[in-house]
């Protein structure tokens, strides 16, 4: 019989009114608005502060989110939930597409298709989502993204259709 660990692991979490960067991105061209994320100048999404994610890159079709895994990421069956791992890979492939579109115009994801290949755990290094944009029409967009561990394993894969919004 294993007995278990009962120690309480606590973790604080803050982040700032989401409406001051949701009013920016409506106000700006994606790319300039991701930079302005990336440097700091806009807060993060709640999202973003929950899991501990960063825009580390941008450039217009192109995007990098970096990620220290943790065991509060963890499954049950002790490594990183494949939501964690799906929330990055949306993200990347998202704000790639947004990387190129123009004041005003704004996308959402229509669909996620992911393959995980490897797991992630605590110890798997500062993991790399890099998403870029494979086509970008005036209704619809398609974007990939890799997911790799801080070795540069291939740990997920994903494509995303998204729809452009266009006023």
Known sequence: MTSIDDRVHRR???????????AAARDL???????????????????ATT???TLLEVEPGRVVFGL???DHHYNPIGSVHGGVYATL?????????????PAGVAYTSLDLSVKFLRPLRSGSGTVRCEGTVLHLGARTALAQARLTDGEGRLCAHATSSCVILRP
């Not at 604080?12 to 949701?22: K, N, Y």
């Not at 061209?29 to 709640?46: H, N, Q, S």
């Open 89 to 101: 890979l949306d993200s990347a492939a998202g704000c790639a597409v947004h990387s190129m579109l």
């Open 68 to 70: 220290d895994p943790a």
């Open 51 to 53: 899991l501990g994610m």
């Open 12 to 22: 604080s979490h803050e982040w700032r009114d989401p409406a001051i960067t949701a």
């Open 29 to 47: 061209d994606g790319v300039t608005f991701l930079r302005l994320l990336a440097a700091g100048e806009l807060p993060p999404a709640p999202i």
